[in-house]
């Protein structure tokens, strides 16, 4: 069944291609289509498009659809191109003419339009959860851990004290900042394209603010065209928005890799959670974090992918939007895995508490004796000198003391200062309005 199709039937070939993967990734947006088709029709009916009757019938068995499609039932049939054409069969098959009337004021370019925003909005919901919940693992641990000291390095070379109270914190903080640009992705795609049909709206008089109403949105895109240009658009920007998340779990990854391997020995793992080698006995292999790191990488290339699949195409709708959807969804799916792995993994972490004692080490408190010169009266540049020189001559006797007070240092993390800031970003997300507007559609469930 095809929504389209007049008299001609496709060649099979073609049908095939053009298809490609859409009814395997149409199952994610299955609830979806049938919660806005839930608000077009209380729409319909309230400018006589459909009977009271009517909106009750289609309503209920809407809302069939959707149970079953949240408890994974739900299935797009042989030779059906779709979920839009599925519902409507679906529908049809049970109602009569009754469910014919649903497309009425609707396309299928605004119906995926919605589709995808209110799916790609309950992905960002499920994937702030997720940052969520690795970010309070992080300050807990940056907490328990917060006077183990380590070295800290730039140019890869051994350079001052750092700590892993400091190490788990800047992950924590960058995902602070991660979840700002993911809420800025999340404003975005909560716009109302409904209405807007195959881009140049509908002679039907559409309520377009009842629907923005019943399904949760901030607001509308209002220019109906405009409304079709954010496919793509908002894909990117919500890629973006992933490619900060995946570029902070990357980097702490490698860091990871690092720190597991002998040569730093600063962390570990319990044996179950690592692998082995098929020849080298002594092997622990940081498997899980390689597959992040890789991952992770391959997110960041996301929102390339999508510019490049649409950066040239003019206004208007175009079959190569249904190419972004591969890759994307993929991405969707990576995020949310990699930030529940690492927030595992990092519940088994083992720390190595006495590293900064091997002598590799003793230089990196070099820093702390020319400040302590400079406390009690010499110049920066003289106290420099001179315990470069202590150092070169093999005089030098480091003083295993750190006394760093300031906002964000060693001594004072402001892991409540850091906290404050996610809380900030989770509240300016709004996800209590769209939940409460979902269930009001579901007849309260």
């Known amino acids: 069944m095809k929504l389209w199709q007049k008299d001609t039937s496709i060649d099979k070939k073609i049908e095939s291609f053009t298809i490609g993967r859409d009814a395997e990734l149409d199952l994610f947006l299955a609830p979806f289509d049938v919660l806005g088709s839930i608000a077009h029709i209380t729409m319909l009916e309230s400018i006589n498009l459909l009977e009271k009757e009517e909106l009750e019938t289609l309503t209920k068995s809407l809302q069939e659809i959707y149970k079953d499609a949240k408890e994974g039932k739900f299935v797009i049939e042989d030779g059906v191109e779709d979920v839009h054409s599925q519902v409507e069969k679906m529908l049809t098959e049970k109602l009569g003419d009754t469910g014919k009337k649903i497309h009425s004021g609707r396309s299928r370019n605004d119906q995926v339009l919605l589709d995808l925003r209110l799916f790609i909005r309950e992905e960002i919901r499920l994937i702030t959860e997720g940052v969520e919940k690795l970010f309070n693992r992080l300050i807990e641990l940056s907490e328990q851990y917060k006077s183990v000291l380590i070295p800290g390095y730039t140019h890869f070379q051994v350079a001052m004290p750092s700590s892993f109270g400091l190490w788990f914190g800047a992950y924590a903080e960058s995902l602070t900042d991660d979840l700002q640009l993911l809420q800025a992705a999340y404003k975005i795609t909560n716009q109302n394209p409904l209405g807007s049909a195959a881009g140049y709206g509908s002679s039907f008089p559409l ?6 109403e019943l399904l949760g949105f ?23 928005a992933l490619n900060s998340i995946a570029s902070t779990l990357g980097k702490m990854a490698m860091d990871v890799t690092l720190y597991m391997n002998q040569n730093f020995g600063f962390l570990t793992f319990p044996d179950h959670l690592t ?22 990488n391959k997110i960041q290339s996301i929102a390339t992918e999508i510019g490049m699949t649409t950066g040239n195409l003019p206004s208007g709708y175009h079959r190569d939007f249904q190419i972004m959807k591969e890759s994307f969804f ?50 920066f540049r003289d106290a420099y000198k001179k315990v470069g020189m202590s150092i070169e001559e093999g005089t030098y006797e480091e003083a295993k003391e750190v006394a760093h007070t300031h906002e964000g240092s060693i001594g004072n993390l402001c892991n409540e200062q850091i906290k404050a800031k996610l809380d900030k970003a989770l509240a300016g997300f709004g996800f209590d309005t769209v939940l409460a507007a979902e269930k009001g559609l579901l007849g309260g469930e």
Do not use: W
Request: charge should be neutral; hydrophobic fraction near 35%; include cysteine.
């Open 218 to 240: 901030d607001d509308l895109s209002y220019n109906v065209v405009y409304a079709q240009m954010g496919r793509g658009k908002t894909e990117k920007t919500v890629a973006f």
């Open 207 to 212: 309520n377009r603010t009842m629907t923005t």
């Open 330 to 379: 993929d991405g969707l799916q990576d995020i949310k895995t990699c930030l529940e792995i690492t927030e595992y993994m990092l519940q088994h972490i083992i720390i190595k508490e006495n590293i900064i004692n091997d002598d590799r080490y003793r230089f990196i408190f070099s820093v702390e004796e020319v400040n302590k010169m400079v406390l009690g009266g010499m110049s």
């Open 275 to 296: 692998t082995g080698s098929s020849i080298m006995p002594h092997k622990k292999n940081p498997d899980v974090f390689e597959l992040i790191r890789a991952r992770c």
